[in-house]
Structures are given as structure tokens and as C-alpha cells.
């Protein structure tokens, strides 16, 4: 069970990227997803998760409208389309899978995930 983090880079403030989250040895479209992010010097907090039962999306308020989680079950991976890129989104991001998907806990430290990836780091420049 892997699950692989990928598509962070150096960007500018305004700039859009897409992270990607690689699943092998399970399906994720039999698990509830998150994607999280670790700022420096700050706790890892919960910023989007989709649930697999009906497929609902949350986003936590500070990236409402500018992020989407997406997936491509052909694939077996899940996406982050982040868009509007602020600084205050650096952080190394890393997705999750077989967890609790709270929406009304995004935005804050999220526990209960059994199979993270490594992360990939997203660092926007002002």
C-alpha cells in the first residue's frame, strides 16, 4: 500500500499548480481522501477531502474557490488543483487515504488517516 505525492514546485504568487496523488496495492475509490498541508513552523492542517460514498467535496475556508480535489479512478489517483496561489499557501502538501472526511474540520490539525504519501513541497514567492 503506497501512495505517491507529486506536481509541487516553486511558483509565483497568482500562479496555479496541480498535485497528484498515486495510489498502488488498493483503490482509492473505496476510500475517503484529504489532502493536507505542513506550513514552516506550524501544525499540518487538513485543506481538502473528498468522501467515497457520494463523492462530496470540502475544502477548508481559506481555500474555498481557489482549490478543487478531483480524481481519475482510471488512474487511480487523486488531484489538487490549486489556483490563486497566495504565500501564505507554502507548505509541503500530502494526501491521505482511509480517513475520517470532516469538512467542518478543515483548516485545522486532522487525525485518523491510515495511509499518507511523503508530501511534495509547494513554495509560492511574493
Known amino acids: 500500500v503506497q501512495l505517491q505525492a507529486s506536481g509541487g514546485g516553486l511558483v509565483q504568487a497568482g500562479g ?7 495510489a498502488s496495492g488498493f483503490t482509492l475509490d473505496y476510500y475517503d481522501i484529504g489532502w493536507f498541508r505542513q506550513a514552516p513552523g506550524k501544525e499540518r492542517e ?3 477531502c473528498v468522501k467515497s460514498a457520494d463523492g462530496r ?3 477548508a475556508d481559506s481555500v474555498k474557490g481557489r482549490f478543487t480535489i478531483s480524481s481519475d479512478n482510471a488512474k487511480n ?6 489556483n490563486s496561489l497566495k504565500p501564505e499557501d507554502t507548505g ?4 491521505a487515504a482511509n480517513g475520517p472526511c470532516l469538512g467542518y ?4 490539525r486532522m487525525t485518523g ?6 508530501g511534495t513541497l509547494v ?3 511574493s
Do not use: K
Request: aromatic share 24%; glycine share 8%.
Open 16 to 22: 496555479s499548480l496541480r498535485l497528484s496523488c498515486a
Open 46 to 48: 487538513g485543506v481538502s
Open 113 to 118: 488517516y491510515d495511509y499518507w504519501g511523503q
Open 77 to 82: 489517483t487523486v488531484y489538487l488543483q490549486i
Open 57 to 59: 467535496r470540502y475544502y
Open 92 to 95: 509541503v502538501y500530502y494526501c
Open 123 to 125: 513554495t509560492v514567492s
Open 105 to 108: 474540520r478543515l483548516g485545522y
